[in-house]
T-cell receptor, first 113, second 118 residues
Framework: KQEVTQIPAALSVPEGENLVLNCSFT??????LQWFRQDPGKGLTSLLL?????REQTSGRLNASLDKSSGRSTLYIAASQPGDSATYLC????????????FGTGTRLTIIP | DAGVIQSPRHEVTEMGQEVTLRCKPI?????LFWYRQTMMRGLELLIY????????DSGMPEDRFSAKMPNASFSTLKIQPSEPRDSAVYFC????????????????FGSGTQLSVL
């Protein structure tokens, strides 16, 4: 059974700093991995999707990397801003024929002005 | 596009009552998912549909839960009878799934229904 872990559960950093969020998964035979952002009382917004054949994806100040063999992904946020404060979740999809995503429990990020 | 639309946003009901949650996926998407989120268990997949057909309902907790997708633009999740432990945020999400390696398989979530069963 695939298990997805995100450590730490919460993180606070001063505005302007670069930061890294971690995601690890137990079954390395994944199809793809997504990073999501969730604001309080809201749904999830997909930030980046990495296919199993890719090593990284970038969108603006965000960069997500994937190391399948070690079962790890990181989300790098450059020059953090207060608006980046949210909970960040990663989710893995195992196979092409199965659309099910397994989510991590998330990291609650607070950017201190 | 208006995104995934869920209704109601909030539902407060008494134990034993029937609850129906509704979802309109993004037009053109062919896969729809129902998730439940709680503090204790995080996000759990309840059921998902592909081309209106239920594919995996292994996450549906009990027979009290049922889901339907009568057409490509509408789905319901029903709880009958409801219990206090069903209190959670229920999310609907949709995406397009098809050819292998298609780059844009991001999952789009609705704003959720906050369910409180007293």
């Amino acid at each position: 059974k695939q298990e997805v872990t995100q450590i730490p559960a919460a993180l606070s950093v001063p505005e302007g700093e670069n930061l890294v969020l971690n995601c690890s998964f137990t079954d390395s035979a994944i199809y793809n991995l997504q990073w999501f952002r969730q604001d309080p009382g809201k749904g999830l917004t997909s930030l980046l999707l990495i296919q199993s054949s890719q090593r990284e994806q970038t969108s603006g100040r965000l960069n997500a990397s994937l190391d399948k063999s070690s079962g790890r992904s990181t989300l790098y946020i450059a020059a953090s801003q207060p608006g980046d404060s949210a909970t960040y979740l990663c989710a893995v999809r195992l196979t092409f024929g199965n659309e099910k995503l397994t989510f991590g429990t998330g990291t609650r990020l607070t950017i201190i002005p | 596009d208006a995104g995934v639309i869920q209704s109601p946003r909030h539902e407060v009901t008494e134990m034993g009552q029937e609850v129906t949650l509704r979802c309109k996926p993004i037009s053109g998407h062919n896969s729809l998912f129902w998730y439940r989120q709680t503090m204790m268990r995080g996000l759990e997949l309840l059921i998902y549909f592909n081309n209106n057909v239920p594919i995996d309902d292994s996450g549906m907790p009990e027979d009290r839960f049922s889901a339907k997708m009568p057409n490509a633009s509408f789905s319901t999740l029903k709880i009958q009878p409801s219990e206090p432990r069903d209190s959670a945020v229920y999310f609907c999400a949709s995406t397009w799934t098809g050819a292998r390696g298609r780059p844009n398989e991001k999952l789009f979530f609705g704003s959720g229904t906050q369910l409180s069963v007293l």
